[in-house]
Every structure is written in C-alpha cells, then in structure tokens.
C-alpha cells in the first residue's frame, strides 16, 4: 500500500514507469485511463485533503464507538469506555473479514 501512495502521489515516477507502454491500441487506452486516474488520485490525496478526511473519518468511528459504550452503559454492563471502544473496534474488523455486519458477530460470541 505504501509503494502504491508514493506512485499515486509522485507524478513523475507513475508517468515514467506509463511511458513504458505503447501509445496505441490497448495498451495506449489504459496508458490514458491509468494517467487520468493518477491525475484524479493525486489531488484527492493531497496531504490536507488527506489529513482533513482521515480527520473526519476518526471522528465519526470514534462516535460510533463512543455510542456504543453508550449502549452498553444503558444496559446495565458495566464496562471501561476504552473496552467499550475495542471491542467495537474488533467486531467491526471481524464482521469486515467475513462480510458480515460487524454487530451481529459480536452477539454471536456472547
């Protein structure tokens, strides 16, 4: 993933290593396509940008997480707002890796 941003991100090393490619027939349609995506991705992971929405999307994991030691507090369980917000964690990742809802895969282990 690293070696993936650093070409998306330097112009000059995706467009070098593109310019390897003939300029028609296929592999000239995906030369175009592959610059105008790099074009695309390179302002969208602009470092401000990027942080901004790194940011946000803390944030809002970090609600939903904060919603959830909520939940259990008014259930009556008793536990830490840092357990609370591992667990959701977790069960988000668990539920991720096997396409399933990361709530129902936490219910099914208690």
């Known amino acids: 993933m690293a070696g993936l941003l650093v070409l998306l991100t330097r112009p000059r090393v995706a467009r070098g290593m593109l310019n ?6 296929r592999w000239g ?6 610059l105008a995506i790099l074009d ?3 302002q969208l ?4 940008r990027l942080l901004t929405g790194l940011g946000l999307g803390l944030l809002a994991w970090g609600a939903e997480a904060w919603g959830f030691y909520c939940l259990l507090h008014w259930l009556g369980i008793d536990i830490a707002p840092l357990h609370a917000m591992g667990i959701y964690a977790i069960s988000m990742l668990a539920g991720a890796l096997s396409f399933l809802p990361g ?3 936490a219910l099914m282990a208690r």
Do not use: K
Not at 29 to 34: A, E, F, Y
């Open 45 to 48: 992971l602009a470092p401000r």
């Open 29 to 34: 349609s995906v030369r175009t396509g592959t």
């Open 20 to 25: 390897l490619l003939p300029l028609h027939g």
């Open 40 to 42: 695309h991705a390179r």
């Open 103 to 105: 709530g129902h895969l």
